[in-house]
């Protein structure tokens, strides 16, 4: 009886982190290297947006690119995601 509540107790905290980690916009800290004022209203220029795009670890321009290639999760974000896209979803 004991091992089969860890196990579930495992299996449900697994569920929790993948989904909480399933919106990768909902992380704001990477954003403001994107944006120039803190209301994250205004786009830095080009030159300056892909400089902070590569400062980002891979896997996060990954996730960032898969999740600007989802309508649902684009609309939100359009600005953003048109410069990510823009930058060929560079990896």
Same mark, same amino acid.
């Given at each position: 009886?004991?091992? =089969? $509540?860890?196990?579930?107790?495992?299996?449900?905290?697994? !569920?929790?982190?993948? %989904?909480?980690?399933?919106?990768?916009?909902? *992380?704001?800290?990477?954003?403001?290297?994107?944006? $120039? *004022? %803190?209301?994250?209203?205004?786009? /830095?220029?080009?030159?300056?947006? =892909? /400089?902070?795009?590569?400062?980002?670890? =891979? +896997? *996060? =321009?990954?996730?960032?690119? /898969? %999740?600007? &290639? *989802?309508?649902?999760?684009? /609309?939100? +974000?359009?600005?953003?995601?048109? &410069?990510? !896209?823009? !930058?060929?979803?560079? &990896?």
């Amino acid at each position: 009886m004991r091992i =089969r $509540t860890v196990c579930l107790s495992v299996i449900a905290v697994g !569920l929790l982190v993948r %989904a909480a980690s399933a919106d990768p916009f909902s *992380d704001l800290a990477a954003f403001p290297t994107f944006y $120039t *004022d %803190a209301s994250m209203k205004t786009m /830095k220029p080009m030159a300056e947006f =892909r /400089k902070a795009w590569f400062a980002m670890p =891979r +896997h *996060d =321009r990954v996730t960032m690119t /898969k %999740a600007c &290639n *989802d309508p649902a999760m684009m /609309k939100p +974000h359009a600005a953003f995601c048109a &410069n990510v !896209l823009a !930058l060929g979803g560079a &990896n």
